[in-house]
């Protein structure tokens, strides 16, 4: 199973060029390099014709797949020019693109269209993934687009609303045991074992595990530049395992090849404090990417132990940096994007307009760049924001139908 009946793609080692057969899982059986997907020219030729619109299917030819993909709403999300927060650090052109929009309320979905295409390819009776709840409540929801059962290996503290959103959609919901405080190894094997048994497939938002699933997530890019008009200097984007941060460079490389674009921007990515391989990695001036004993971020989507070599590398290639930034002020930013730029995002989405102000103190971005910082996902994810904010409200005796007794109770809070 697990064979994407691509035409004349490839698949290769990022670490030693060797091609490796089509639907092949995990690292490079040689030098345990990731596995990336190959393009012919022709395909990436098609970028030049491709309008933007609803859905990414239109973008078929360059994914690892043979028949179409199902639409849901995914893609085509807004690219909203900051009016406040951009301003009031200095910023004259922040651009924040909102992936709230897509069906699942995440950029997940990007990749739950394709690996329904791709679980379709493969001949599996079902779809498995492992997550901290955004991939479970997107693979959920493309499971019951391709009439296909879904099981969810779940961590066991992900926020409450995305577990509901995941069994809403008729996931198989188990939670597992640390399942992410166990090293990238251990996890990805757990996943390939398990899906095989069952004739799952095994769709793990993760390059080293599956090479595939990114695909979908590089139409960001294509969607940015076309409705910036040209790429941006800087993406800004939260980092976890690093697949949504390397999926972009690819498409602008994509886009680089297809003639679309002459220059891509500089890729900064940006991880918790208390969850920082890709951070200690890029300070350390390291080859690779080191797993760390324990990640104790509260922030749902980047609170993991492990980043892939591969984003490391798009940071070099790129030019890039990355940035780290403490909880409690990514908290503190997810209620003034919230207040001052009326989106209501989850608190990941906030990471990278954390630390847009350190960014230019430090001369890493400039005043003058054009800036697109990645929101992942929209704040019903995880919705501890709102529910404190509700609290403040819910026990309090409803005012009396009478204008005077109105306008005395409003500036009470
Ligand atoms: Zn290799």
Redesign the pocket.
């Known amino acids: 199973m697990n064979k994407p009946n691509q035409k004349k793609m490839k698949v290769v080692?990022?670490?030693?060029?060797?091609e490796h057969p089509l639907g092949t899982l995990g690292?490079?059986?040689?030098?345990?390099?990731i596995?990336r997907c190959q393009y012919p020219d022709e395909a990436i030729q098609s970028l030049r014709d491709i309008q933007p619109g609803p859905g990414i299917d239109r973008y078929r030819e360059l994914f690892p797949v043979s028949t179409g993909l199902p639409f849901l709403g995914e893609g085509n999300t807004p690219l909203i020019k900051s009016r406040r927060i951009g301003p009031s650090i200095g910023l004259e052109n922040l651009y924040l693109k909102y992936e709230g929009t897509n069906p699942s309320g995440a950029f997940k979905d990007r990749s739950g269209a394709l690996v329904a295409a791709l679980a379709l390819d493969a001949g599996a009776s079902g779809i498995l993934t492992a997550s901290s709840g955004n991939a479970a409540a997107a693979m959920s929801a493309y499971s019951a687009v391709a009439g296909m059962k879904c099981l969810i290996l779940m961590e066991p503290d992900s926020p409450p609303a995305k577990l509901r959103q995941s069994l809403a959609t008729g996931a198989e919901v188990l939670p597992v045991e640390g399942i992410f405080s166990r090293g990238p190894k251990a996890i990805g094997d757990l996943i390939l074992q398990v899906s095989e048994s069952l004739n799952y497939y095994p769709a793990f938002v993760w390059a080293p595990v599956n090479p595939y699933t990114l695909e979908g997530i590089k139409t960001l890019s294509y969607e940015i530049v076309a409705q910036l008009g040209e790429s941006p200097d800087v993406i800004v984007c939260p980092v976890g395992g690093g697949d949504m941060f390397t999926a972009q460079w690819r498409g602008y490389q994509e886009m680089i090849q297809a003639g679309l674009i002459e220059d891509p921007p500089r890729m900064v990515g940006v991880q918790s404090t208390s969850a920082p391989p890709l951070l200690k990695a890029f300070l350390n001036h390291d080859d690779t990417v080191k797993t760390l004993p324990a990640a104790d971020s509260k922030i749902s989507g980047i609170n993991v132990p492990f980043t892939g070599e591969h984003a490391l590398q798009v940071v070099k290639e790129s030019q890039g940096s990355v940035a780290g930034v403490r909880d409690e002020l990514v908290f503190q930013m997810q209620e003034r994007v919230a207040v001052e730029e009326g989106l209501w995002i989850e608190p990941v989405s906030a990471v990278p307009v954390t630390a847009l102000a350190d960014l230019l103190d430090s001369g890493t971005i400039t005043s003058k760049d054009k800036v697109v910082c990645i929101m992942s996902g929209a704040g019903f994810k995880d919705d501890k924001l709102a529910r404190e904010k509700a609290a403040t409200v819910a026990g309090d005796e409803p005012v009396p139908f009478d204008v005077e007794a109105i306008l005395g109770q409003i500036k009470k809070t």
Request: proline share 0%; glycine share 14%; charged share 35%.
């Open positions: 080692c990022t670490g030693c060029d060797r690292r490079c059986s040689d030098c345990d390099g596995l």
